[in-house]
């Protein structure tokens, strides 16, 4: 069993509806990161958490330590959003990531 | 503007050759990271330094090595000893004022063997 497991693997979703995207770890963390991949592969990150919610435009990330669960959602979805989007946690006393699979998603317009 | 470089990136190899993959940072960042990506798979770490002259096996190391002599430049050679070397190859920096701080990385290379 992965130390870190996202659902679903892959969507696809209509242009303008919510979106949500879990992440469960099972190892004691300092962080959770939400990391976006574009097609040609390039990483860039979306939030870093270690309590409670962030929000940045459209996309909000919540966590919650005690369930050691994390949800990225997307309001009101656009095609541009289509990517690969990663759950990574850093485990307690590392500056080490552990990754997710990723879960693909594509909005169609 | 400040980031990370690899190069190239797309790299082509053939059968018992070794190859380098190069990694620069403008970052001033100590802590530099490989990453091997595989279809279906998380990013798995290959080595990460977090010192010059540093450097620690991370969960795939065998096949690969990498030096760490200026704090701007970790490359990786990937070497005939590596199996399955097909694969996109991601290296990454932070800071190690916190653990908690950001990795960013490089635009990645594929690496493909014939």
């Known amino acids: 069993k992965n130390e870190v497991e996202q659902s679903p693997q892959n969507l696809t979703a209509q242009e303008g509806e919510f979106i949500t995207i879990n992440c469960s770890y099972s190892v004691g963390i300092s962080a959770l990161h939400w990391l976006q991949q574009h097609p040609g592969g390039g990483i860039v990150s979306l939030f870093m958490?270690?309590?409670g919610k962030k929000k940045h435009g459209r996309l909000i990330a919540t966590i919650n330590i005690q369930e050691k669960h994390s949800s990225l959602h997307i309001t009101a979805s656009h095609p541009r959003d289509s990517a690969v989007y990663i759950c990574?946690?850093?485990?307690?006393?590392?500056?080490?990531?552990?990754f997710g699979t990723g879960t693909r998603l594509k909005v169609l317009a | 503007d400040g980031g990370i470089t690899q190069s190239p990136k797309y790299l082509f190899r053939k059968e018992g050759q070794n190859v380098t993959l190069s990694c620069e940072q403008n970052l001033n960042h100590d802590a530099m990271y490989w990453y091997r990506q595989d279809p279906g798979q998380g990013l798995r770490l290959i080595y990460y330094s977090q010192i010059v002259n540093d450097f620690q096996k991370g969960d795939i190391a065998e096949g690969y090595s990498v030096s760490r002599e200026k704090k701007e430049s970790f490359p990786l050679t990937v070497t005939s000893a590596q199996k399955n070397p097909t694969a996109f190859y991601l290296c990454?920096?932070?800071?190690?004022?916190?653990?908690?701080?950001?990795?960013?990385f490089g635009p990645g290379t594929r690496l493909t063997v014939l």
């Open positions: 990454a920096s932070k800071r190690l004022a916190a653990s908690t701080d950001t990795q960013y």
């Open positions: 990574a946690v850093t485990p307690s006393g590392t500056y080490k990531y552990i």
């Open positions: 958490l270690s309590s």
